[in-house]
């Protein structure tokens, strides 16, 4: 063992330490303290990455307490990669977020805020690196609380309610989350998950244990599903994303969501068993539901008159891409569902980063009929948001038009007529539907109202000059950094496609 062997376990302390560090320091030392100590952690990130692809995977054993008491940590080329891309979101996020902080948040509860991002930084590396199902919901419960914390700190009728339908289906879903996890130890008497995984292999033999088997995981993917927004259960996501502050939204939707769903794979992987996975009917029903959510919400998100809601609707539409890869199975159909984490975590950050400033520059209004003429005013923002519905769409040389090609091959590789049919026919769907309203918006957002004294118009020069007089560089940065990743994913996908596939061939 290296001292690099140490970092994923020092990334979760540290960001704990940070957490109550954060609440002693003023507002302002608390925002920098947490960009410096967030660009560590990728650093980190990045030199476990760069092990785990010379020498392989290891796990990190804490205080050599056998199983099922004992505690791991472990980390290969796909958890290492997920941490970077999740820990560089998280950085651009607070960087091009934090005007909207400054006027969202009481200046006397920044410090709050920032500790909130802290400790949820902690789980989201928990929920990455942990071997061990049970600390698994240990950490999902405190990414719950910090996310409702996130909400509720922005301090208006709407994101209080926002939270606390939030928090209600978080807790659902940890409850059933935890109901799975007892019965699997139940079954196994093991809460490390290679010994879980050696215990469902020998079960699984017996018929008689399949039924069993199947109820645990439909309960815990369940709890998950509901924590993630899978159809049918992505109704909170509107509010949820749409009134929380641009920072807390593009947190909540890029990665929040992603690592439930990232969990829930490592379940299926490293605790079920793939092998075992594709003998159970979950992955059909993942498989009918990925596409249901597809479909229905960019429905949503063509009827929404919001753009907060229709950037939200549209997550739980590329969230069913997610499930529709893992129904799919496969090296192929996985690979797929880890691409489109990545790529919707780093486009949909763009767009929750972006939509704040086009309202900004329109009267401080969200609808549709004042954003006209919108990214003219601030062109920039303009041309932020239009790269990210590009992406979304599936235009070519953007990480959502690789993303799609991946799961048409996935498809492909399925050897099923039937499911290549729906994927097709979903991909096809889905496509038309988020050209529909992100084409709309683009050309609305870059056409210039028919009144020159169209509401807002004063308020939106002011904003504009406080803009262009300083404010400008820390937030074209950070969003300049989020589009050139995505160019990258579409432009050179067998790159991570390739570190995708390495890090499945080591995940079990």
Not at 147 to 162: D, N, Q
């Amino acid at each position: 063992m290296t001292f690099i062997t140490n970092l994923p376990l020092f990334s979760i302390v540290l960001s704990l330490f940070s957490g109550v560090l954060c609440f002693l320091l003023g507002g302002r030392a608390a925002r920098r303290y947490t960009i410096v100590y967030e660009c560590v952690l990728l650093i980190m990130a990045v030199l476990v990455l760069r092990y785990t692809m010379v020498r392989g995977a290891f796990t990190y054993v804490m205080g050599e307490f056998p199983a099922p008491w004992g505690n791991e940590i472990r980390a290969g080329i796909l958890e290492a990669l997920m941490a970077s891309v999740f820990l560089m979101i998280m950085i651009c996020a607070v960087i091009a977020g934090k005007r909207y902080v400054k006027m969202d948040v009481d200046e006397s509860k920044i410090n709050l805020y920032y500790a909130l991002i802290n400790l949820m930084t902690a789980a989201l590396m928990a929920l990455i690196w942990t071997n061990d199902i049970f600390t698994g919901y240990v950490f999902l419960e405190i990414l719950t609380l910090t996310s409702c914390g996130i909400l509720i700190v922005r301090e208006i009728g709407r994101t209080t309610l926002a939270a606390v339908r939030y928090m209600i289906l978080n807790l659902l879903g940890s409850g059933l989350f935890l109901l799975g996890v007892v019965l699997l130890y139940t079954i196994t008497g093991n809460l490390l998950m290679v010994p879980m995984q050696e215990q469902i292999s020998i079960l699984a033999r017996s018929p008689n244990n399949i039924l069993t088997i199947t109820l645990s995981l439909a309960i815990l993917t369940m709890g998950l599903g509901i924590k993630s927004g899978l159809f049918p259960f992505h109704y909170w996501m509107p509010d949820t994303y749409g009134w929380a502050t641009p920072t807390s939204g593009a947190i909540l939707s890029s990665l929040v969501s992603k690592a439930y769903i990232f969990l829930l794979f490592k379940i299926f992987y490293r605790v079920i068993g793939i092998e075992v996975f594709r003998q159970l009917p979950l992955g059909n029903v993942l498989f009918v539901l990925g596409i249901l959510g597809m479909v229905f919400g960019s429905i949503s998100a063509i009827r929404a008159n919001n753009i907060n809601h229709m950037v939200a609707f549209s997550s739980a539409a590329q969230i069913g891409y997610i499930y529709m890869g893992i129904g799919l199975g496969g090296m192929a159909g996985y690979t797929a569902a880890m691409f489109q984490i990545i790529a919707h975590a780093l486009t949909k950050s763009l767009l929750f980063l972006t939509t704040p400033r086009l309202a900004e520059v329109s009267g401080n209004s969200l609808k549709f009929r004042d954003l006209q003429g919108s990214g003219l005013r601030d062109k920039s923002a303009g041309y932020f948001f239009l790269f990210g519905a590009l992406s979304m769409i599936g235009i070519p040389i953007f990480a959502g038009f690789s993303a799609k090609l991946l799961f048409a091959l996935a498809g492909v590789d399925s050897g099923s007529g039937k499911k290549l049919f729906l994927v097709m026919m979903a991909l096809a769907i889905s496509s038309l539907l988020n050209a529909i309203y992100f084409i709309r918006t683009a050309i609305r957002i870059f056409t210039e109202p028919q009144s020159r004294k169209a509401h807002g118009t004063i308020e939106d020069q002011r904003a504009k000059g406080r803009w262009v007089k300083g404010l400008k560089a820390e937030y074209v940065l950070p969003m300049t950094v989020l589009t050139a990743a995505n160019l990258f994913l579409g432009l050179f996908s067998w790159v991570l496609v390739d570190l995708i596939q390495k890090g499945l061939a080591m995940f079990g």
